[in-house]
């Protein structure tokens, strides 16, 4: 999938060389990123408990804030916080099982998964820091990134090729074309036009997304539990969203 993204990004990137050196460090650290962030996220999810791997995954929007506030010096009013906390509050509702414990990481998959939240925000705040880069340039370092990570584990894990049919081959490059590129620009995108705390909040949208449609096209049922989750993420994007429009009309 990946690769196939990233070879349409090959003319930009041979184009806009020169912005790639005088960026260099950064884009290398984006590429790692974003490669750790996919690679790590799948195994973990395959191999360990799924809302495990995704609760631990969804801490990522803690880690974005304590970096940008780090690396950016992004500061956060008290209201935002208030927010921020709510949004988190809402994340872990609608993930939280008690069978399964507190989420401290146990196996190689729950590190995996913790792997990944963390890369996940590193690549959020450089993609903020990145702003005067190209949208081109990021996506393309982004999806060569994911690629180049997968040939190392690959290689590690000295794993075959798999014997699948030309219809696989064919669904995974369509799906990298159209899926991924769409998803890798949307993100780039919106968190590089905003603060990360606020992109931090608007992502957690995605756990509301994957409710409904499993309530919508599967035998599934929102428990109170998810819809009380959903609720609060709602009500947090919709204050963070407030209060930098009340922060607009007063600067």
Excluded: C
């Amino acid at each position: 999938m990946y690769l196939a993204a990233g070879a349409i990004a090959i003319p930009v990137l041979y184009k806009q060389y020169k912005s790639i050196h005088t960026h260099r460090a950064d884009l290398l650290a984006l590429a790692a990123a974003a490669g750790i962030t996919n690679v790590a996220f799948v195994v973990a999810l395959i191999d360990g408990e799924v809302m495990r791997v995704m609760l631990l995954f969804y801490l990522s929007p803690l880690w974005t804030v304590l970096l940008g506030r780090w690396w950016l010096g992004e500061q956060l009013s008290r209201s935002a916080i208030m927010m921020f906390a709510v949004a988190m509050t809402g994340s872990i509702i609608m993930l939280w099982n008690p069978e399964m414990g507190w989420p401290w990481p146990h196996g190689m998959a729950d590190w995996l998964a913790l792997m990944a939240s963390i890369a996940f925000s590193i690549n959020n705040v450089l993609a903020r820091k990145l702003g005067p880069v190209s949208m081109g340039v990021k996506t393309g370092v982004v999806w060569w990134g994911v690629v180049a990570t997968s040939l190392v584990v690959l290689l590690w894990q000295q794993t075959s090729v798999p014997d699948v049919a030309l219809s696989v081959w064919m669904g995974a490059a369509f799906l990298g074309l159209i899926g991924i590129s769409t998803m890798t620009i949307a993100v780039l995108y919106g968190v590089g036009k905003m603060p990360v705390y606020r992109s931090s909040v608007i992502m957690l949208f995605e756990l509301i997304v994957a409710a409904v449609a499993a309530w919508l096209l599967t035998d599934e049922v929102m428990s109170s539990q998810e819809w009380l989750g959903g609720v609060l993420i709602l009500a947090a994007a919709y204050g963070v969203a407030r209060t930098e429009i009340k922060e607009d009309e007063y600067d």
